[in-house]
């Protein structure tokens, strides 16, 4: 049973701190990082380090019975054992990040059984904080993200599509309808909060997307009227074993049959599933 009391806290929790990694975060962006290449060549620089040694420490302090999961620490198991668990992407959107654009954030959720109960993208460089708390709503600074906003896109023209390139150029191919391709952002969270926030209508993922990357922003679109989901339109399930997901979609949830559809088109046709 959820515990709206303890998700409130928690909200105000990763709130807090979540400001606070932001603006440890700013004191590197644009100011030319170290880097380094992960294996799969993927980057992380001094300012993702920096960010999650904080939130590791604050957050453990403040909760000390909660699981730990984030992209920058090495996986221990024991988070399997735990009630409650940080899922955390110290920068989600590095690359971007490295690069000075500004659409990176913080991202940080609380899971429990498998799905998130609060949620933070805390985005510095655009002057947002995106949060939601399970049952209760989703807000941009403070504002409500009311689920019956943009509640269906009937009658508007092109479709809005963000997602990967090699994605989006494989969207209107076999479509009934005209797409338009978003601009390439590099935050996979803050692509699916985009959905939430009536910025765009289908947000497409291959697969390799990691629990960091979808808890938070997860909860935020499905407090705000929209879904996430994987091929077979289950919902993912965080704090596994294996924390890889398949090829995701997330759109309004009153679209979601008929985006689903579209969406399997395209991410078969690029062999991304």
Excluded at 50 to 62: G, P, Q, R, T
Excluded at 178 to 183: A, G, S
Aim: negative net charge.
């Amino acid at each position: 049973m959820p515990d709206a009391k303890l998700d409130r806290e928690d909200l105000d929790l990763l709130t807090d701190l979540g400001q606070e990694a932001g603006q440890i975060a700013m004191k590197w962006f644009g100011q030319d990082p170290q880097v380094w290449m992960k294996e799969g060549q993927s980057p992380v620089s001094e300012a993702d380090f920096a960010v999650d040694s904080f939130l590791k420490s604050e957050l453990l302090k403040a909760r000390p019975d909660y699981g730990w999961l984030s992209e920058e620490t090495d996986d221990n198991e024991a988070r399997l054992t735990a009630k409650r668990v940080f899922v955390v992407d110290p920068i989600d959107g590095t690359r971007g990040f490295i690069a000075g654009s500004a659409q990176w954030c913080i991202s940080i959720a609380v899971v429990e059984e498998g799905r998130p109960m609060a949620g933070i993208l805390e985005c510095p460089a655009l002057q947002q904080t995106i949060v939601a708390q399970a049952s209760t709503g989703a807000w941009c600074n403070k504002e409500l993200m009311r689920k019956d906003s943009n509640a269906s896109g009937q009658g508007r023209a092109p479709l809005r599509v963000t997602g990967p390139r090699s994605l989006q150029k494989s969207t209107d191919r076999d479509w009934d309808k005209p797409v338009e391709r978003l601009p390439f952002v590099p935050s996979l969270a803050y692509r699916i909060a985009m959905i939430g926030m009536g910025q765009a209508d289908l947000s497409l993922a291959r697969a390799s997307a990691k629990d960091w990357d979808l808890a938070a922003a997860d909860l935020i679109a499905h407090e705000a009227g929209a879904c996430l989901t994987d091929l077979t339109g289950d919902k993912p399930i965080y704090n596994c074993h294996d924390v890889r997901h398949g090829a995701l979609i997330a759109c309004r949830a009153t679209e979601h049959k008929e985006m689903l559809d579209l969406a399997i088109k395209a991410i078969n046709k690029t062999g991304q599933s």
